[in-house]
């Protein structure tokens, strides 16, 4: 099976500007959740959907938000972009169901950088 | 919030040494899990642990999940260079919750 894939790895923009990120989870997931990793608070959850609802949402502000299609591919959307969003942003996928729900699939990040 | 300690912060050993690194909460968990991340990549699941007290293996790689469901450890045995990078433990607190609490990570280094 294909891991999970995020879309761009790389993007750089400026303050003030919306940013948004894709990911695709691995084939049959149906839960998608989103983290944000930096140095100094280390891997911080943002939010988790499952069947294109949210079910789990992590203490970030409302300029962080996320949808999720019929497909389980996730969008993340940033707005009014700051300098503290520069980040490593981490989607995960799991199964959703009751067997192994628990078990999180990363990609490999999209690192954003805001100047 | 929920805060996970994870100990220690680095540790720098030579190849073929035993390694034990751990995470303790201040709250019970239900799940466990132990990921690998190497740089510029997203954190690798390594073992994942559901009942308080399992033991469970995954070649070198040794967990457990502790009895008291506050803590967790893992072990690798014969290390290898391989294994260098940061380790981290997450864990579940339980019913609809699927959010993971991660933490702060291990920094792994293997002199040959």
């Known amino acids: 099976k294909a891991g999970v894939t995020q879309t761009p790895r790389y993007l750089i923009k400026t303050r003030g500007q919306q940013v948004t990120l894709s990911c695709s989870p691995i084939s049959g997931h149906r839960s998608v959740s989103w983290y944000q990793q930096t140095p100094g608070q280390g891997l911080q959850f943002l939010f988790e959907?499952?069947?294109?609802?949210?079910?789990n949402k992590g203490n970030f502000p409302g300029r962080f938000s996320g949808r999720q299609f019929s497909n389980s591919r996730s969008e993340m959307n940033v707005s009014t972009l700051e300098l503290g969003d520069s980040a490593l942003y981490l989607c995960a996928s799991s199964p959703g169901g009751q067997a192994l729900a628990y078990e999180q699939y990363f990609g490999p990040g999209t690192r954003l950088t805001v100047t | 919030g929920q805060q996970l300690n994870q100990s220690p912060q680095s540790m720098f050993i030579q190849e073929g040494e035993d390694v034990s690194m751990n995470c303790t909460s201040s709250s019970i968990f239900n799940t466990w899990l132990w990921y690998k991340q190497d740089p510029g990549e997203g954190p690798v699941l390594l073992i994942a642990?559901?009942?308080?007290?399992e033991l469970t293996s995954n070649g070198r790689l040794t967990a457990q999940f502790g009895i008291t469901r506050k803590d967790s450890f893992l072990n690798i045995s014969a290390s290898i260079p391989s294994d260098v990078g940061i380790y981290f433990c997450a864990g579940r607190s339980g019913g609809s919750n699927y959010k993971l609490t991660f933490g702060k990570g291990t920094l792994l280094t293997v002199n040959p």
């Open positions: 642990l559901y009942k308080a007290g």
């Open positions: 959907y499952f069947s294109e609802t949210q079910r």
